[in-house]
Each structure stands twice: as C-alpha cells, then as structure tokens.
C-alpha cells in the first residue's frame, strides 16, 4: 500500500520561497501521476501542480505557472514542490496525492500529455503541510 509523508511547510512572508516534500513508500511497478494539492479555509481543495513518474510530464495551474516547480526523485521515491515569490493567496495546507496512470486524467495538447488534477480520482494522500505566507 503506498503512504505519502509530506514535510517543509511553514511561515514565510510575501516574496519569499518553501520547497514542499513528499516521501513515497509502497510503490507497486507501474506509472503514477502525482499531484500537489491545496486548501485554504472555506475553499474548494485544487490541484496545483502535477507530475507522471513516467516521463516526467508536468501540469501547472494558472494560478502558480511561473512560480511554483514540481519535480521528482525516482530514487528516492520523493516529490518535490518549490515555490517562490510566494504570495499571501498560497496560504494553505498542501497535500501531496497520488494515482496510477489513467485515462481520464491524461490530458494531450499538440502531443504533450500530462496528468490533470481530477480530485476524484486521487485515492492515495499524504496527511498535509501547512503553508502560511503573510504581507
């Protein structure tokens, strides 16, 4: 059974950067999609950020393109999210989540596929990290 530990939230202030961690046991053989997910008080909980083991492909959303880079150490079984420039609308607890390659997360545009955040899909989750970033 895969578990997923997340690690290295905290308090920053606007501007400043945190690298997200994500310790992954239990893997079985086969590709995953894993995702960097968020949720503040009263909202809806997103996907920001998405990763194949695969290939490596990326998703981004709006909201953090630019900014925010999710990576990958297969050796280590560890996801990573680095995010800079960070600003008071990231304060949220983050949740690393996992899935295996599916179909209806695949995602292709001008043969680039990724793995796109549908919530409902995602079985597998890490108990969070919160991030707070003041003004």
């Known amino acids: 059974q895969v578990q997923l530990v997340e690690s290295g939230g905290g308090s920053v202030q606007a501007g400043g950067s945190l690298t997200l961690s994500c310790a992954a046991s239990?893997?079985?053989?086969?590709?995953?999609?894993m995702v960097w997910f968020r949720q503040s008080p009263g909202k809806e909980r997103e996907g920001v950020a998405s990763i194949y083991t695969s290939d490596g492909n990326t998703y981004y959303d709006d909201s953090v393109k630019g900014r925010f880079t999710i990576s990958r150490d297969n050796a280590k079984n560890t996801l990573y999210l680095q995010m800079n420039n960070l600003k008071p609308e990231d304060t949220a607890m983050y949740y690393c989540a996992a899935d295996v390659t599916r179909a209806e997360t695949r995602y292709c545009r001008g043969g680039y596929c990724y793995c796109f955040p549908v919530i409902r899909y995602f079985s597998i989750w890490g108990q969070g990290t919160q991030v707070t970033v003041s003004s």
């Open positions: 239990g893997y079985t053989s086969g590709g995953y999609c």
